[in-house]
């Protein structure tokens, strides 16, 4: 592998071939037989990178292929791996286990031979549905974990003594060479996975540099990429000393959002990767800074919320959301890194490992179909809706109109009213000028009245008296007839002597 230095590339040709001389960490693992069990390092250049879920999430992959699998934590600086591990009984199993489970232990209290007294711990993991479904075996970082102490008498030094040891880079170099020559020499698991710590303290590189191979777990953007450029530098320059020569299995690029503008797709090895957007030019940066990790060795992993409530859950996104995105390019970047040992699995393991992607494709297809089964009712949701906001906006136009009408009826009603006012106004004015008009005829009909009284009574008088005078006049015109025919009678009789009552009689029937 050559050394990742930014020098020209006339040099960094002629270093090429000097560092392959020195036994330097090699650019993949094509022709790199597993040595059982195979130790993968699990590394970044700055912590929040992801490596401690990456590296469980490897785990749990391996083991759902029928390897056997030991996880160690050697992040003393988060437990992230601690806590992944041991999941929502964390604090239980941390009660049960015993300091010779934990690498701060072993780290801190090394001495020649020590690494046969670390033991691992098994952690039954298929407890509940929403639990991995199988049982790990893991080195914890620390037993302080979910701020367990010791005894009441742990000082803060003592704490920062037991959870993070002190250590010579000498020292912690011969506890990872005779940790990883046991582990091999026991030969009781097929792979390790390593967590390290974040950074490029010696205790990242230094792992790297014993381990048989090593996965750098980076972010797309400049500061990772510098600091895991150094953080290479770091591993090349351990190894040579130690004349060790770890593979570099695979960069994932982490949290990646797109590619070439467009949204990540799984579509196979590149996955079509263009170079006009970051994330295409990171993964061509990181190829020319580091020669010896070729372009098909850096694989973009998209950022996911699904993996954030995974780790939440002390689980994976494998176990938890196996339809994710996450999980369909992490599956295809680690099927680049064990690719290179599936031809010396036995049997069952390589159908382990194809069950296990088919499960992982299948879910990816269930999941597909029933989205495209909830576009479909989308769809129609939208459609329905869009027909509904249609008969909506329609019928607002109606009650719009409707509303314009009512207005204008308000407006009639209103000078109706305002009529019916006026009108009632000038009937009350009329009614008062009638009423005063009725009560000025009531007065003069009350006088008529009364003058038609008076005169009745001045008519009855004068009826009265006309009736008296007629009686008078009848009397007297009787008396003046009756005097007449006296007087005509006795003139008849003295001159003509006739029979006076025979003219009387005829004078009375002539009257």
């Not at 930014?6 to 000097?18: F, L, Q, T, V």
């Not at 005078?469 to 009678?489: C, E, H, K, M, Q």
Request: hydrophobic share 35%; charged share 25%; with cysteine.
């Amino acid at each position: 592998m050559a050394q990742t230095k930014k020098d020209d590339p006339d040099k960094r040709a002629s270093s090429n071939e000097e560092d392959t001389d020195h036994g330097q960490s090699q650019r993949s693992g094509d022709d790199v037989q597993q040595q059982k069990p195979e130790i993968l390092a699990v590394v970044s250049g700055k912590g929040g990178a992801g490596k401690s879920i990456i590296a469980g999430s490897l785990a749990y992959a391996l083991i759902r292929a029928g390897h056997k699998v030991l996880l160690i934590d050697a992040d003393l600086g988060t437990d992230g791996l601690s806590h992944l591990m041991l999941g929502q009984h964390g604090p239980r199993l941390v009660d049960a286990a015993d300091e010779t489970n934990c690498f701060a232990w072993y780290v801190g209290n090394y001495t020649p031979g020590l690494a046969k007294k670390l033991k691992p711990i098994h952690i039954p993991r298929d407890t509940g549905k929403f639990d991995l479904g199988v049982t790990l075996d893991g080195i914890l970082s620390t037993k302080l974990l979910f701020g367990r102490v010791m005894n009441s008498d742990m000082t803060m030094e003592d704490y920062q003594r037991k959870s993070a040891p002190a250590i010579t880079q000498k020292n912690f170099q011969d506890c990872i060479d005779e940790l990883f020559a046991t582990l091999k020499a026991k030969g009781d698991y097929d792979y390790v996975i390593v967590d390290t710590r974040g950074g490029f303290a010696y205790q990242s590189a230094d792992v790297c540099a014993y381990a048989d191979g090593f996965i750098l777990v980076s972010e797309p953007d400049i500061t990772s990429l510098y600091q895991d450029v150094r953080l290479l530098d770091l591993v090349n320059s351990t190894a040579i000393a130690a004349n060790r020569q770890p593979v570099v299995r695979s960069v994932i690029l982490n949290k990646s959002t797109s590619i070439g503008g467009k949204p990540l797709e799984p579509t196979g090895q590149n996955f079509g990767l263009k170079v006009e957007d970051l994330e295409s030019t990171m993964r061509l940066e990181f190829s020319r800074f580091m020669e010896d990790v070729p372009l098909d060795y850096i694989f973009p992993v998209p950022l996911d919320m699904n993996v954030v409530k995974s780790y939440r859950r002390a689980s994976t996104p494998f176990r938890l959301a196996p339809w994710c995105d996450f999980t369909a390019f992490l599956l295809d970047a680690f099927t680049g890194i064990v690719i290179s040992q599936m031809q010396i699995w036995d049997a069952s393991k390589s159908k382990g490992w194809t069950a296990f992607v088919k499960e992982v494709e299948d879910a990816r297809s269930a999941r597909k179909e029933q989205q495209e089964l909830e576009q479909q009712s989308e769809d129609e949701f939208k459609s329905e809706l869009n027909r509904r906001i249609l008969e909506s906006d329609s019928l607002k136009r109606d009650l719009e109109s409707c509303q314009r009408e009512k207005s204008n009826l308000a407006e009639s009603v209103k000078s109706i009213r305002t009529d019916k006012k006026a009108l009632e106004k000038e009937l009350r004015n009329g009614h008062k000028q009638h009423s005063r008009e009725l009560g000025k005829l009531s007065q003069e009909n009350n006088g008529l009245h009364l003058r038609n009284l008076e005169l009745t009574k001045e008519i009855e008088s004068i009826k009265s008296e006309h009736a008296y005078r007629s009686r008078i006049v009848g009397f007297y015109r009787n008396a003046w007839n009756a005097t007449l025919i006296l007087a005509f009678t006795l003139l008849l009789y003295l001159q003509y002597k006739v029979d006076l009552w025979d003219v009387m009689t005829r004078l009375v029937n002539f009257n």
